[in-house]
């Protein structure tokens, strides 16, 4: 059964500055990992997809990498701003499953 | 920009009665998801819909939840009696293709159970 684990749970960090959101999960048998962004009580805002055969996408600031042999992704934020404070969730698809999430990480970006 | 969009956006009903929570998902995607998620804990797959019937549901969809498409435009997640416990935040989501489609969700219903 696929887990799916997101350190840190929390996080806050200066405004203007870069930081790694991490991912990992047990099965490495995936067909494409997706990060979101979810801001409090509202919905998901898809930010990036990776299908398994890629290695990494970019969108603006965001850089999303997969490393899947070893069951990992990260989540790179260049030059963090206060509106990108939000729980970014990561979601993993595998066999007949549909999506797969994380717990989340929640990150404060401070002004 | 195309979007699923559910209604209403919160809902609060007495214990034991039926829900119906609607979504509108995007209209050339062919496959329809239910998530919830209860507050503090990581969002769940319900059930996942594809040319009118279901085509993989979880453990937590069993025999108080139904789905059905009743037109060209709405997809529904009916909840028979409700408990406590279906108290949640219900996200409905749509992908272009299968399961390695992106995926896109709606801004969800918030179910309080009373």
């Known amino acids: 059964k696929q887990e799916v684990t997101q350190i840190p749970a929390a996080l806050s960090v200066p405004e203007g500055e870069n930081l790694v959101l991490n991912c990992s999960f047990t099965?490495?048998?995936?067909?494409?990992l997706q990060w979101f962004r979810q801001d409090p009580g509202k919905g998901l805002t898809s930010l990036l997809l990776?299908?398994?055969?890629?290695r990494e996408q970019t969108s603006g600031r965001l850089n999303a990498s997969l490393d899947k042999s070893s069951g990992r992704s990260t989540l790179y934020i260049a030059a963090s701003q206060p509106g990108d404070s939000a729980t970014y969730l990561c979601?993993?698809?595998?066999?007949?499953?549909?999506?797969?999430f994380g717990k989340g990480t929640r990150l404060s970006v401070i002004a | 920009e195309p979007e699923v969009t559910q209604t209403p956006s919160h809902q609060v009903t007495q214990m034991g009665q039926e829900v119906i929570l609607r979504c509108v998902p995007i209209s050339n995607h062919l496959y329809f998801y239910w998530y919830r998620q209860i507050l503090g804990q990581k969002v769940e797959f319900l059930v996942s819909?594809?040319?009118?019937?279901?085509?993989?549901k979880s453990e937590i969809f069993d025999d108080q939840f139904s789905v059905e498409r009743p037109d060209g435009s709405n997809f529904t997640l009916k909840i028979r009696s409700t408990k406590l416990e279906d108290s949640a935040m219900y996200f409905c989501?749509?992908?272009?293709?299968?399961?390695?489609?992106?995926?896109?969700f709606g801004q969800g219903t918030r179910l309080t159970v009373v």
């Open positions: 989501a749509s992908s272009e293709a299968t399961y390695r489609g992106e995926a896109f």
């Open positions: 099965d490495s048998a995936i067909y494409n």
């Open positions: 819909f594809y040319n009118n019937e279901i085509s993989e």
């Open positions: 979601a993993v698809s595998s066999g007949n499953t549909p999506l797969v």
């Open positions: 990776i299908q398994s055969s890629q």
